[in-house]
């Protein structure tokens, strides 16, 4: 069983493009979307929520969490992987998914100039450009804080007037910087894509968040089967998670199998309602969740 957090609604494009790449396993989507947005919240109180969700994840037999948040993966996972894990969760795993966008971004750019999106707890952590210059110490990094535009996609406004002039104030400080490739820091960012590249007259490379973590994550997988496997008891699920089994009417890869091995769970600690109108969006699919408290 693999559990997928985020802050919110974006995660859900993330999880889209796990489930096409991996179909074969059983996962759990947790947004905590009472507590959303996490960007403007200080470091402590995000990892003290982030915490509570891994808690419940693994507590409801997830071997393996994907932190689908930018700003969790910026400020909770190392603290999560070097203090948490090792004495309370031995033997399973967190990963984020800021490292394996700054892999594909580093390898990627041919000029070693990396511009990148995100929230602002996410730029303040400065988190990508410790990562990117991991990867290669010549690499120069731009970043530019976007705080409206997740509440733009979260109200359906990304293709408005106002939220396009609200984009070019955000974008305009970054004409004239050599960058050739641009890290969308942030899961709602996706939706603003063509409009980035068209503003950019397509001459940068443009990395998003779900194909590019899906794919770091199948190669993982095949590295470290153990996480993706499942335990009898999450095929049974008991309590909240069995009510909350939310599936998927088609699988994303066409293929329609088994409900009862592949489990697709959708947890939200905000109005399920609103969450299953938003996974419309997000997943393209219908979904049933269920609303729990961390």
């Given at each position: ?12 494009a ?58 969790v ?35 990627t ?16 952590s ?24 997740v ?24 004409v ?39 794919k ?33 009417s ?7 199998e ?22 419309k ?13 961390l």
């Open positions: 069983m693999i559990g997928i957090f985020d802050s919110g609604f974006g995660g859900l993330v999880f889209r493009e796990i489930v096409r790449a991996l179909p074969k396993y059983d996962y759990i989507y947790l947004g905590d979307n009472a507590r959303a947005p996490y960007g403007d919240l200080s470091q402590d109180v995000i990892y003290q929520y982030t915490q509570q969700a891994v808690d419940y994840l693994f507590t409801h037999d997830c071997n393996l969490i994907i932190l689908a948040c930018n700003t993966s910026a400020e909770a996972l190392r603290k999560l992987q070097q203090e948490y894990l090792p004495f309370k969760y031995p033997g399973k795993n967190v990963l984020g998914i800021i490292r394996p966008l700054s892999e594909i971004a580093a390898s750019s041919k000029n070693k100039n990396i511009a990148v999106l995100g929230t602002q707890s996410t730029i303040n400065n988190a990508y450009q410790v990562e990117l210059q991991e990867q290669d110490k010549n690499i120069q990094v731009i970043q530019q804080a976007c705080p409206l535009l509440s733009l996609v979260e109200d359906s406004q990304e293709k408005t007037e106002s939220s396009q002039s609200v984009l070019h104030n955000y974008l305009a400080p970054l004239g910087e050599n960058f050739d490739t641009l890290i969308l820091g942030c899961t709602h960012y996706s939706f603003f894509h063509d409009q980035i590249e068209n503003f950019f007259k397509k001459r940068v490379k443009i990395i998003e968040n779900g194909q590019s973590i899906a770091k994550l199948t190669d993982y997988i095949k590295r470290h089967p153990a996480f993706g496997s499942r335990s009898a008891s999450s095929l049974r699920p008991s309590g909240e998670v069995a009510q909350a089994r939310g599936e998927f088609t699988m994303p890869t066409g293929r329609q088994n409900a009862e091995s592949k489990q697709r769970v959708f947890l939200t600690t905000g109005d399920s309602k609103k969450f299953d109108q938003a996974a969006k997000f997943l393209g699919q219908t979904i049933i969740s269920q609303k729990i408290k």
